[in-house]
């Protein structure tokens, strides 16, 4: 058990609709990231938050967002799904703060399915 | 796009065998991370080297990195049949906030 928790583990909506992915860090990370993986395009990263805001940004569609809370956990947005939108949503936290990427801890990740 | 790939994309060992992928990546980084990834499960961190490390062990876990050549390998010695999964390597580049992720090898170990 990696201590990240994500809400829900399954979900399977229809194109066009609007879903929300939740995740917990563990206790004290202050950095939360978010991945998505999927057959073809493999493990790619979205967006990091650091203690509530934006750090870096990746490869993450307009029609998605993100943002993390005060109480520091975060929340994935996912609007005018289409088809393609189908992957695994990991979330992963990380105790270190600025300056280094450390060791990532994961969480069991939200599978989207999009029909 | 990914900054590391790995090599080979699939291997199949018998137990008790010794398993080695490779990594190799595009620009400078601050560390290289490998990580495994069960079936359809969370990613765990398996071992992190930094820039300026040549070798590091893990118990059964031996990794390398050579930055000259811009790559790693990650040996695993004595395979399990528990030790089947995919495997990534990541990279944290200075500066970057992000770690990104290899396609990953996929190791089958028979029993």
């Known amino acids: 058990d990696s201590g990240v928790t994500q809400t829900p583990k399954h979900l399977i909506t229809a194109t066009g609709q609007r879903v929300t992915l939740r995740c917990s860090p563990r206790?004290?990370?202050?950095?939360v990231y978010w991945y998505q993986q999927s057959l073809d395009q493999g493990l790619q990263f979205l967006i990091q938050y650091y203690n509530g805001e934006e750090r870096a940004k990746g490869n993450i569609l307009e029609r998605f967002s993100a943002q993390q809370f005060p109480d520091l956990h975060s929340e994935l947005n996912l609007s005018s799904l289409e088809l393609g939108d189908s992957a695994l949503y990991f979330c992963a936290s990380s105790a270190v703060g600025l300056g280094e990427t450390g060791e990532l801890f994961f969480g069991e990740g939200s599978r989207l399915t999009v029909l | 796009s990914q900054q590391g790939e790995e090599d080979p994309q699939a291997l199949s060992i018998q137990e008790g065998e010794n398993a080695t992928m490779n990594c190799s990546y595009k620009t400078s980084i601050n560390n290289l991370q490998w990580y495994r990834q069960n079936s359809g499960r969370g990613l765990v961190h398996l071992i992190l080297i930094r820039s300026n490390e040549r070798e590091k062990h893990s118990g059964r876990l031996r990794v390398t990195l050579d930055t000259s050549k811009k790559s790693s390998s990650l040996l695993i010695t004595a395979s399990r049949a528990a030790d089947t999964a995919s495997y990534f390597c990541?990279?944290?580049?200075?500066?970057?906030?992000?770690?990104?992720f290899g396609a990953g090898t996929t190791v089958t170990v028979r029993a």
């Open positions: 206790s004290g990370d202050l950095s």
């Open positions: 990541a990279t944290a580049r200075s500066n970057d906030y992000k770690l990104s």
